[in-house]
């Protein structure tokens, strides 16, 4: 059975950064996508930055430029950086593991794992 894990969420103040990571265990890493996404309050949940088995990469438009996802395949974990975060950042942040899933849809199907979330508050 894979359980998913997120860590590194926190209170921090506007322009500043934090790194999330996310842990995968029972599961093939390199035959799967992994995939950040957020819901913020009274919000649905949204994409933030996903990375397949081909290495392909794809980011929300609110990530561009601000955000980093990344992988160590010697550790089998999964990184977010997050950089000049604002306001509207703040957010439960999920990790989702897919088998054999595209990068741009990986999260969607019916057997995607996800983990319980970490918590993002960016405020002044």
């Known amino acids: 059975q894979v359980q998913v894990q997120e860590s590194g969420g926190d209170s921090v103040q506007p322009g500043g950064s934090l790194t999330l990571s996310c842990r995968a265990s029972?599961?093939?890493?390199?035959?799967?996508?992994m995939a950040w996404f957020r819901q913020a309050p009274g919000k649905r949940r949204e994409d933030v930055a996903a990375?397949?088995?081909?290495?392909?990469?794809i980011y929300a438009d609110s990530a561009k430029g601000r955000f980093t996802i990344s992988k160590d395949n010697a550790k089998n974990i999964l990184y977010l950086q997050m950089n000049s975060l604002k306001s509207e950042d703040t957010a439960i942040y999920y990790c989702?593991?897919?088998?054999?899933?595209?990068?741009?849809?990986?999260?969607?199907?019916?057997?995607?794992?996800w983990g319980q979330g970490t918590q993002v508050t960016v405020s002044s």
């Open positions: 989702v593991l897919e088998n054999g899933g595209w990068a741009r849809l990986c999260g969607y199907g019916e057997n995607a794992d």
């Open positions: 029972g599961a093939i890493w390199g035959k799967h996508c």
């Open positions: 990375v397949d088995n081909t290495g392909r990469i």
